[in-house]
């Protein structure tokens, strides 16, 4: 009986272990699954909550209406237009590039107003869809909005002007790295050491000057050639009256130079200076220092014929150095460091030049300019000639005479006056 009552306490305590251990494997699987369907509900909440719906969907609709609308990606009417007018411009002139030894192109001479009709008979032909992007409103539709022809116009003057800036910069770069540039320079070297060498020699005889200026600037020198050593040789020869030609033939001395023979020097010196400056596109100035004049006293011929004649030859006055006051250029040209688009610019330009004080900053002109503009005008100039890339204005700032009028105008016909 015990042993039965034990079998039996077994087995019931072996089904309640089954039960227990069955209901607590059961509760944790329904807390895991009760946790997980949890867990998945508040990440659909806090997504509908944090991203508004369908946020990227929406986020895509924003990106494509900039791209579309605002041009984002797409280009600009400014940038197209800019292309087209480019396009019209080199096509007409030529592209602009710097090549060594690149002859100018038909446009180096051109006018603005040549070039901006042109600029806009291009465009007027130009019927093709500005901005592909605008696919509806094509050139069949009304009025052809989306054409080159109806957009570009307004935008001719401001590329014209780029292009010309771009066109002389070329320009300007092109000559300074030429062969010929490179030639006109080295003969300018080899003229101003002769300059110096027949100012040094021009009293002494032909021979020991033709030598000096030989081993200077002579055939065998960079730069140098017997037609230099030749022109600096006979420079100042030829007397300011007949009377010079014939007190060398008397004296037997054909190297006297005549009167004001150093201006003579200069003169040569002047010339090949201009040559370069026209080879290379330079301003370069010459600037040489006063010379004393020549005195004006009776020669021995002319006294010789006094005392046949009975009649005494009059003595000129005699200055010992020339008056600077006399002999200052009427202009002076100076260069813009920026652009001055028109007259009344230019105007105010050159007042604040010769009114401010040379180290005051100025946008336009350097202190060496204000300077240098400032003394030509208390030494007597009475134009000054103000350039930029592309522009030039003729700015007077005194009253001129009826013929210092007309030398100006022919000498700055495609400038700006008043």
């Known amino acids: 009986m015990k042993k039965l009552l034990s079998v039996l306490c077994g087995i019931f305590a072996c089904f309640i272990g089954d039960n227990v251990y069955s209901a607590v494997a059961g509760s944790n699987v329904i807390d895991a699954r009760s946790s997980l369907s949890h867990s998945n509900a508040i990440t659909s909440v806090n997504n509908y909550n944090n991203g508004r719906g ?5 986020n895509a609709y924003i990106q494509n209406q900039k791209n579309t609308y605002f041009l984002v990606t797409q280009p600009d009417v400014d940038t197209a237009c800019r292309q087209k007018i480019y396009s019209c411009l080199s096509d007409y002139c030529g592209d602009v590039t710097v090549i060594p030894g690149k002859t100018s192109g038909r446009c180096a001479y051109a006018s603005e107003s ?7 008979l291009c465009l007027q032909k130009d019927t093709s869809i500005l901005l592909p992007q605008y696919s509806v409103n094509s050139k069949y539709s009304a009025g052809g909005m989306n054409t080159a022809a109806r957009l570009c116009p307004s935008y001719v003057q401001q590329e014209l002007m780029s292009y010309l800036s771009m066109a002389n910069m070329a320009d300007k770069l ?14 300018l070297e080899a003229a101003m050491a002769c ?12 021979s020991m000057l033709t ?3 030989t081993d200077y600037c002579g055939a065998g020198v960079s730069g140098g050639s017997a037609e230099m050593v030749t022109r600096f040789v006979n420079a100042g020869n030829v007397g300011a009256n007949i009377w010079g ?25 002047a010339s090949y200076t201009n040559r370069m400056n026209l080879a290379c596109g330079d ?24 005392v046949l004649t009975g009649v005494a030859f009059p003595q000129q006055k005699t200055n010992t150095v020339e008056n600077p006051y006399e002999n200052w250029s009427l202009y002076m040209e100076v260069q813009s460091m920026s652009e001055i ?64 009028t007309s030398l100006v105008a022919q000498a700055f016909a495609n400038c700006v006056s008043r």
């Open 54 to 58: 369908k946020q990227t969907v929406a």
């Open 211 to 213: 030598t000096q200026l």
């Open 114 to 120: 040549e070039l901006y009709n042109y600029a806009l």
């Open 195 to 206: 300059h110096a060498v027949a100012l040094a020699y021009g009293n002494e005889t032909t």
């Open 341 to 404: 688009y028109n007259y009344s610019d230019a105007e105010a330009v050159v007042n604040a030049g010769l009114t401010n004080n040379a180290l005051t900053q100025n946008s336009f002109l350097t202190s060496a300019q204000m300077s240098n503009m400032q003394k030509a005008y208390t030494l007597g100039t009475k134009v000054f000639v103000i350039r930029d890339s592309t522009r030039c204005y003729m700015v007077p700032v005194t009253n001129l005479t009826q013929s210092e």
């Open 174 to 187: 092109t000559k300074s790295h030429s062969d010929i540039c490179t030639q006109r320079r080295r003969e």
């Open 283 to 306: 301003d370069l100035q010459l600037n040489t220092v006063a010379h004393p004049r020549t005195n004006n006293t009776a020669t021995t011929l002319q006294n010789a014929a006094a």
């Open 245 to 269: 030609w014939a007190e060398k033939v008397v004296t037997l001395t054909m190297n006297s130079k005549g009167e004001n023979w150093e201006a003579a020097v200069d003169a040569v010196l």
